[in-house]
């Protein structure tokens, strides 16, 4: 490596004896200088790090070339300072070291790293958060003028170059003596002063871990607490089983994750091992079981509170229908949600951390439900990345900074490790850490050989489907899903989304939720271009000699699931590919459920493995069949019921339910499953994780044979919902809906009433709306016991009878005794009323969707044409703000505004204003310049529309508005679409008070969803 770095820095050096770095503008800044590290040389000084922490100069010269050399003889604490460094050790090149990012220098705090030095065209980027660990590679141009250069280095597999102005370079000698240096300062970011820290170097480690080998790496941040004792925080990642040939114990070193050596320098290596999880294309299924899900979080100390309790088969089922990895996306959400608890997560249902940009956390995205959040995740956000015709694309894998999701959606070089460490987590969980995994090595992936850039066919020998290059500059570890073999090809699952003609979908960033067909999108590759991580699909011969081979060989009921498995094959027919399916069906040959199933081949041998959901089940007796169907050569499909001649699974309980295994038929015995319900009696249900019947709600008291007695207490819940609102004559709105307590009876004869409260979002005095109670059309059956039938009500809202304001809806319920209120909410579409005005007011009732659709009633002065609203969507519009200030009279806002899945480009025509809305209803009208955004939002919020020009700025004299209280709107409108919408601020902000002449100026967020206000006061006037 030293020779390597040697030869670039000579090669540097031909180009200026001094001065080798080319800038597209030079600036010399005034930075802090602060004598920790005294220089005793104005040129280039060569120093010795010493154990005690300090410098010892060997040479002062100007001639930069002399000095590489000097400080190669030094050897490993051997620098090269200079006055201009940033640094406060002043080290601008070492002999070798590691790497920390420090972009505060810069403004930011996240560092661009390049793949090339002198910006080629076409290059590939990354980006990198402070205090980050790199490997060093060298020093590749110093500017003695400016202080900055180019550093090249390597962050979890990306090999580029970043700013010198943006780092602090470490001698080796310091991280293996345990030298303590000074790093950080001149900060224009955050005001950080330098820093002392004993700088470490990552590694991994094999460490036993209960009934696994798990491949563990240990990683430090280049920051340490100024007041601590210099120590760095370690971080530790459990991201895989370890590698076979790794040893118990052993340090391995590596900066891409998956080349190991065994020395800090990299000089011997100890092999090449991809983590599955990190490298596992997202593009397959995981088979951890829905229970696991729950089992999990619970492991973690969440329960139902957290936003991802009970979101398996959301997830799961999205993983069907969109084609992502269920697995991998829920350990993405746990990682950026802290396990479904975090602010955004509770408040917004923002599961992925979605638009919550480095520089802007508040700017997270608002989902109108969790399922929403998830099924963008996968439909839309992360086909971004992992589509091949956008510029986010560096694989279909979580991976690293080299290469996969990582590359572009986080400036975490660790993301990647983190989800793979979570995803392993939850695979040990799915097996109760016996020491086996459902989901590792499931899949067969490999890489493409070498790097190469090659293409992927549509057919065997047939046209290219795409290419496995990211661009035309860059390719490392393209990950394949290989599904089967045939003779010297291997078949694909296609990363991006095809159409009817087989062809890639291009400008996906214009289209919807796509359904991505598992068994449609795939393609082709030549067998010798491509490496495989794990078991490799054997190549075969295409001619069978015997009949085929119909086995059920085992039957297991775990979580919830009856998992199946025999062989089905034709004997010495290798070399087609096969996809097999288990049928269910009733005694009446009624087709009830289809289950895909997992096939794997050793030589002509070919086994599969199913799992049946048994929570779908109703009672009855169902029969299995096994269907194998052969693309390329459909005389071999075959079909048939599965024998029940082998030693079944004893009976299981599972969801209030007996499964029961037998075989029925004279002859042939066939495999049967009988379910029945198990009979616990009243007010009683059966715990499947207990084993035992167990009361209800309300009852407690089981015994065998009679069931619970009613239990004399009740409980507390309310269950509401809003059916249907209409405006009638006379300016009345009629509000339909169904309001209960859960464990009450609510029978024709009960003693019932409901009330419709509104709730001022001023000051919280309620009004109350006497409403009509009567019995439900189709009353609620929860089977606990309970009558549920006198639950509706109808309330009649006389907007002539209420005071301006804007209110949120609530519902009473009193039955008895017992007394319940809560807030009504409601995800329809049709309780968005048209307004209604009346003495000079404008009345608007709508499911909210800035509060998680809570139902609102707002009576205000007719203030905004909403009749010109015209979206694409329902959701609401966006913005978000880079500044929002008022000087004086002057306000001012750079900022973005769309409206959601609509184009704003420059061919779009996009128009922004800003309005500011008085007391009084009049609108004051401000025109904002529209401008080019420096990156398209809609890049990073994985839109699949173009927000290009969806950046404004607004510079407003506000000196002509009469004195008053204003409301702040915007006005977004292109060719297409329109939309004016109210700026809300959910961060708390300081009153901001200009006073100019007569006149004072105020900008505050009012407790009324935290909307903007801006008061206007004439202080001239007084006395």
């Not at 040389?41 to 154990?51: G, T």
């Not at 329809?828 to 800035?850: C, F, H, T, W």
């Not at 292109?974 to 919408?981: L, M």
Request: hydrophobic share 35%.
């Amino acid at each position: 490596m030293n020779k390597l770095r040697n030869i670039m820095l000579a090669l540097a050096v031909i180009c200026s004896s001094v001065s080798v770095f080319r800038m597209q503008e030079v600036t010399v800044e005034a930075r802090e200088d602060y004598s920790l590290y005294p220089m005793a040389c104005n040129a280039f000084e060569v120093d010795e790090l010493e154990n005690n922490g300090t410098f010892k100069s060997v040479m002062c010269t100007s001639d930069y070339n002399a000095a590489v050399e000097k400080m190669n003889e030094l050897k490993e604490g051997g620098v090269i300072r200079h006055k201009e460094s940033y640094s406060p050790t002043k080290i601008i090149n070492m002999y070798d070291g590691v790497v920390y990012s420090y972009p505060q220098r810069s403004k930011k705090n996240t560092a661009v790293i390049d793949q090339y030095i002198d910006g080629t065209k076409y290059e590939k980027t990354t980006y990198v958060t402070v205090h980050r660990e790199m490997r060093y590679k060298g020093v590749a141009s110093y500017d003695p003028a400016s202080g900055n250069g180019k550093v090249h280095i390597v962050l979890t597999g990306f090999d580029g170059y970043i700013d010198l102005k943006n780092c602090d370079l470490v001698p080796m000698k310091a991280v293996t003596n345990n030298i303590a240096l000074y790093l950080g300062g001149n900060s224009t970011y955050d005001g950080e002063e330098p820093f002392r820290v004993f700088a470490q170097q990552g590694y991994f480690k094999a460490e036993q871990n209960g009934n696994y080998t798990d491949l563990v790496y240990h990683c430090f941040s280049g920051w340490a607490d100024p007041d601590g004792d210099g120590r760095p925080a370690e971080w530790t990642f459990r991201v895989g089983p370890a590698a076979e040939w790794m040893s118990e114990g052993s340090v391995y070193y590596s900066d891409d994750g998956y080349t190991f050596y065994n020395d800090r320098s990299y000089s011997s290596q100890a092999g090449i091992y991809y983590s599955y999880y990190m490298f596992l294309p997202l593009r397959t299924r995981s088979s951890v079981s829905r229970n696991t899900f729950n089992r999990f979080l619970e492991k973690k100390g969440k329960n139902s509170s957290s936003k991802l309790w009970d979101t398996a088969d959301t997830f799961l089922e999205a993983q069907e229908k969109y084609g992502m990895n269920a697995l991998a996306v829920f350990a993405m959400a746990c990682m950026e949600s802290s396990y479904g608890t975090s602010r955004y997560a509770m408040e917004r249902n923002n599961l992925f951390g979605w638009t919550a940009y480095d520089s802007d956390p508040d700017s997270a995205s608002w989902f109108p439900s969790v399922t929403q959040a998830i099924n963008e995740q996968m439909a839309i956000n992360l086909r971004g990345y992992i589509n091949i015709d956008d510029i986010r694309y560096f694989g279909s894998h979580l991976g690293n900074k080299g290469s996969g999701v990582n590359v572009k959606y986080a400036g975490d070089p660790y993301w990647g490790m983190k989800i793979a460490a979570i995803a392993y987590e939850i695979d040990k969980t799915d097996n109760d850490s016996d020491g086996t995994l459902t989901d590792f090595n499931s899949v067969s992936f490999g890489i493409v050989a070498d790097d190469r850039r090659t293409d992927i066919l549509k057919a065997v020998k047939g046209e290219v489907l795409y290419n496995t290059a990211y661009g035309a500059t860059y390719q490392k570890n393209h990950t394949l899903a290989v599904l089967g073999a045939q003779s010297d090809w291997y078949q694909v699952q296609s990363t991006s989304p095809l159409d009817e003609n087989g062809n890639i979908i291009m400008n996906l960033s214009k289209q919807g939720m796509l359904d991505y067909d598992w068994n449609a999108f795939t393609g082709w590759i030549r067998a010798d271009e491509v490496t495989m991580v794990n078991s490799r699909i054997v190549s075969l011969s295409t001619e069978a000699s015997a009949d085929a081979v119909e086995t059920c060989d085992s039957s297991v009921f775990k979580d919830g699931k009856l998992i199946l498995s025999g062989k089905a094959y034709w004997p010495s027919l290798t070399g087609l590919s096969v996809t097999q399916t288990l049928r269910l069906q009733t005694q009446s040959l009624a087709e009830v459920q289809t289950y895909p199933a997992e096939s794997s081949a050793e030589k002509d041998i070919v086994t599969w493995k199913a799992a049946v959901d048994l929570a779908s089940l109703e009672n009855g007796t169902y029969l299995f069949s096994l269907a194998s169907v052969y693309e390329d050569d459909h005389n071999y499909d075959h079909e048939y019921y599965l024998p029940g001649d082998f030693e079944k699974a004893a009976d299981s309980s599972f969801g209030g339910k007996t499964f029961h295994l037998d075989e029925a038929g004279d002859e042939e015995k066939i495999l049967t499953l009988t379910v029945s319900d198990i009979s616990c009696g009243r007010g009683a249900v059966y715990d499947s994780e207990k084993s035992a019947c167990v009361c209800v709600t309300g009852y407690e008291n089981w015994a065998e044979g009679s069931g619970c007695t009613v239990k004399a207490s009740q409980p507390d819940d309310m269950l509401r919902s809003v059916s249907s609102a209409e405006v009638l004559e006379d300016a009345v709105i009629a509000l339909n809906g169904t309001a209960f307590i859960e464990g009450m009876n609510a029978s024709t004869e009960s003693e019932i009433t409901h009330t419709l409260i509104l709730v001022s979002l001023t000051d919280g005095v309620e009004t109350e709306i006497p409403a009509e109670t009567s019995d439900a059309e189709m009353p609620m059956d929860f089977g606990d016991g309970y009558d549920y039938t006198r639950i509706a009500f109808r309330a009649l809202i006389d907007l002539n009878e209420l005071d301006p304001d804007d209110y949120y809806l609530a519902v009473r319920v009193t039955n008895g005794e017992e007394t319940r209120q809560k807030a009504l909410f409601s995800n329809k579409e049709s309780v968005d009323l048209p307004p209604v005005e009346i003495n000079g007011y404008s009345a608007r009732m709508y499911a909210s969707q800035v509060a998680n659709n809570r139902m609102e009633l707002d009576i205000e002065k007719n203030q905004t044409d909403l009749s010109v609203i015209n979206k694409p969507y329902r959701r609401a519009s966006t913005y978000s703000q880079k500044a929002l200030t008022l000087e004086g009279s002057r306000l001012t806002i750079d900022g973005t505004a769309f409206i959601f899945a609509a184009s704003m480009t420059e061919k779009d025509h996009p128009v922004t204003k800003v309005l500011l809305v008085g007391e009084d209803g009049a609108v004051h009208t401000f025109a904002a310049e529209n401008q080019a955004c420096a990156a398209d939002p809609a890049e990073m919020l994985g839109l699949q529309v173009s927000l290009s020009n969806s950046c404004f700025a607004l510079s407003a004299d506000l000196s002509e508005l009469d004195p008053g209280v204003y409301r702040v709107y915007l006005d977004v409108q292109t060719d297409s679409w329109h939309d004016i919408y109210e700026m809300y601020n959910y961060r708390p902000v300081d009153a901001s008070m200009q006073e100019v002449e007569s006149r004072t100026y105020s900008l505050t967020a009012d407790k009324v969803r935290s909307r903007y206000l801006i008061t206007v006061t004439d202080t001239g006037l007084e006395g």
